[in-house]
């Protein structure tokens, strides 16, 4: 039985190892016929193909008509990976075919700087051109905030403050902090709804608008630190509190402005 067993898979490994040779061989001259873009759009739609196909094309990356076994994926996946809106991208063959399988950025939050200019805040932390044929419901974001567009900025952790640049952190602490609450809102379905825009005065503290109730919330400065992602759970937290004890006794139209600069004792401006 054991070289029953041993015929069987010196045949087997044979058979596999002919057709891996004649696929090779059969590969050498077959060509792209085409391009099939599988797109993950999360919510909105912001990806067009005909605009990563320019970008391919612009970047001398053309592959219809050229052999399969000329052409690098690596070098095509590391191009698409620098273009404004995809955040995760493989590149595959199929056939005759290339496959290029892509997950589109979400964008949370849509910014205007102090010169009127616009750009996007994606869930990943990156700056995002603006682009006036993308739609969707952006927080919107104002104030005193001179930072634009600049081609593959991360805000994260990883990127932004792993350098230790200590001029860049600061140019970009405050677009890292509006990330940061623009992060939570989009994670909360109940701020989500509520949360409608983010405003940096001058005194550099962070003011809400509410899409619910004709009042702004002060919700304060922010800094640097590990504890970020607390201190503004904590004050949400405390927010909510108001909301679901205060306003259902007061009313949502009696306060001018909520205080949460303060952590649990929350002075209110009434009208």
Same mark, same amino acid.
């Given at each position: 039985?054991?070289?029953?067993?041993? &015929?069987?898979?010196?045949?087997?490994?044979?058979?596999?190892? #002919?057709?891996?040779?004649?696929? @090779? #061989?059969?590969? $050498?001259?077959?060509?792209?016929?085409?391009?099939?873009?599988?797109?993950?759009?999360?919510?909105?739609?912001?990806?067009?193909?005909?605009?990563?196909?320019?970008?391919?094309?612009? *970047? *001398?990356?053309?592959?219809?008509?050229?052999?399969?076994?000329?052409?690098?994926? !690596?070098?095509?996946?590391?191009?698409? $990976?620098?273009? /404004?809106?995809?955040?995760? &991208?493989?590149?595959?063959?199929?056939?005759?075919?290339?496959? #290029?399988?892509?997950? !589109?950025?979400?964008?949370?939050?849509? &910014? +205007?700087?102090?010169?009127?200019?616009? %750009? %996007?805040?994606?869930?990943?932390? $990156?700056?995002? /051109?603006?682009?006036?044929?993308?739609?969707? $419901?952006?927080?919107?974001?104002?104030?005193?905030?001179?930072?634009?567009?600049?081609? *593959?900025?991360?805000?994260?952790?990883?990127?932004?403050?792993?350098?230790?640049?200590?001029?860049?952190?600061?140019?970009?602490?405050?677009?890292?902090?509006?990330?940061?609450?623009?992060?939570?809102?989009?994670?909360?379905?109940?701020?989500?709804? @509520?949360?409608?825009?983010? +405003?940096?005065?001058?005194?550099?503290?962070?003011?809400?608008?509410?899409?619910?109730?004709?009042? #702004?919330?002060? %919700?304060?400065?922010?800094?640097?630190?590990?504890?970020?992602? !607390?201190?503004?759970?904590?004050? %949400?937290? *405390?927010?909510?509190?108001?909301?679901?004890?205060?306003?259902?006794?007061?009313?949502?139209?009696?306060?001018?402005?909520?205080?949460?600069? +303060?952590?649990?004792?929350? /002075?209110?401006?009434?009208?």
């Amino acid at each position: 039985m054991n070289k029953k067993y041993a &015929v069987v898979g010196i045949v087997v490994a044979i058979l596999v190892v #002919v057709v891996i040779v004649f696929y @090779q #061989v059969s590969s $050498r001259d077959r060509t792209f016929s085409n391009i099939i873009y599988q797109i993950d759009y999360n919510e909105d739609t912001i990806l067009r193909q005909e605009n990563i196909n320019h970008y391919l094309k612009d *970047n *001398n990356i053309n592959v219809i008509g050229k052999k399969i076994d000329s052409v690098d994926k !690596q070098i095509i996946e590391n191009k698409l $990976r620098l273009y /404004p809106y995809i955040e995760h &991208v493989e590149v595959l063959d199929s056939k005759d075919k290339l496959i #290029v399988k892509i997950k !589109q950025e979400k964008i949370l939050a849509k &910014v +205007y700087n102090q010169e009127d200019k616009v %750009f %996007f805040l994606s869930k990943t932390g $990156r700056i995002l /051109p603006y682009d006036s044929l993308i739609h969707g $419901r952006f927080l919107i974001v104002n104030g005193k905030i001179d930072n634009q567009y600049q081609n *593959n900025i991360y805000l994260c952790e990883d990127s932004l403050f792993a350098t230790k640049d200590s001029l860049k952190i600061k140019k970009y602490l405050n677009l890292y902090n509006i990330w940061k609450i623009a992060q939570y809102v989009d994670n909360d379905e109940f701020w989500k709804a @509520q949360i409608c825009q983010i +405003y940096l005065d001058e005194n550099d503290d962070f003011q809400l608008s509410t899409t619910v109730g004709n009042h #702004v919330v002060l %919700f304060g400065k922010l800094t640097m630190s590990p504890q970020i992602e !607390q201190v503004i759970d904590s004050r %949400f937290s *405390n927010l909510k509190s108001i909301y679901v004890n205060g306003f259902k006794i007061m009313g949502w139209d009696k306060y001018e402005m909520i205080n949460l600069k +303060y952590g649990k004792e929350i /002075p209110c401006k009434k009208r």
